[in-house]
């Protein structure tokens, strides 16, 4: 997967196996590294482990798609890789909504690689946010707008765009 961009100076493309911005692209895509930890962090023997790209923004973001297959389950996840602080503060913002909302508004926090700028997310299937057509109270409604600030300003930058640094070496595994 990549990215091209089309301008009048000219097209440019990018492959994300060479992004030095996002170093955990390259763990999120080995499969053995990933079925081992994930293995590990869901109690389980993992069999297969895939990893299929989402999107992909050179030099800021890319999304994947993960798929663990064990004896008895087959758990889908979504590893996000970005540049910058941007994965801490994903997996800062992520731990904030699943300790101060009750349902979770987010999908669930499984791990930051932190040397990775890795955040593994649950797959949040088809749940929502559901008020039962009840008149929220102003509690509900002010989580809910702390909430909104909260995603709004995780939304609100990219991340940095500075000079590729070399990718780090895998490092410690901060589980949630």
Known sequence: MGSISLGPEGDTSWSFDDDDALPGIATARDPAF??????????????????????????????????????DQTVAMYAKVMSGD????????LRFLEEETAPPVAPALVAHLPPEKLVLIADAGAR????????PSLDVLRDLRRVGEVLARLHGSAGTRGAWPPSASRGPVDPH
């Open 128 to 135: 929502r946010v559901v008020l039962d057509g009840a008149v």
């Open 34 to 71: 990933m079925g081992t930890l994930l293995g590990e962090l869901l109690g389980c023997g993992i069999e297969e482990c895939t990893a299929v790209p989402v999107s992909y923004r050179p030099g800021e973001r890319c999304v994947l798609r993960l798929t663990a297959r064990a004896p």
């Open 86 to 93: 941007g994965s801490a503060r994903l997996a800062a913002s």
